[in-house]
Nanobody, 124 residues
């Protein structure tokens, strides 16, 4: 089992940047694929990005491609989401997720462990 704690959310102006962190504890971090998802008010949770166990491969949702970068530091048991060129439509609660599957996934239900979320608000 793994516990996840997100941090780094906040209020930023359009065009600004934020870096989210997700610290994991429990089983060895490199046994887990990791994902970021987000949920805006009144909307379903949306895939943002995911990364392989080694960090060698990442995938991104179309709405964030080219602006967000996901990375991980297995030595620190932490995954990051660097968010640049932020837009008001990026406003949401951002969740970190983990699963012991070998293959990364963009599908929410395939992740068994979730953090509590961190709020990101982008003002226009």
């Amino acid at each position: 089992q793994v516990q996840l704690v997100e941090s780094g959310g906040g209020l930023v102006q359009t065009g600004g940047s934020l870096r989210l962190s997700c610290a994991a504890s429990g089983r060895p971090f490199n046994l887990y694929i990791m994902g970021w998802f987000r949920q805006a008010p009144g909307k379903e949770r949306e895939f943002v990005s995911c990364i392989t166990r080694s960090g060698g491969t990442t995938y991104y949702g179309d709405s964030v491609k080219g602006r967000f970068t996901m990375s991980r530091d297995n030595a620190k048991s932490t995954v990051y989401l660097q968010m640049n060129s932020l837009k008001p439509e990026d406003t949401a609660v951002y969740y970190c997720a983990a699963d012991s599957s070998f293959y990364i996934s963009q599908i929410e239900r395939e992740y068994n462990y979730w953090g509590q979320g961190t709020q990101v608000t982008v003002s226009s």
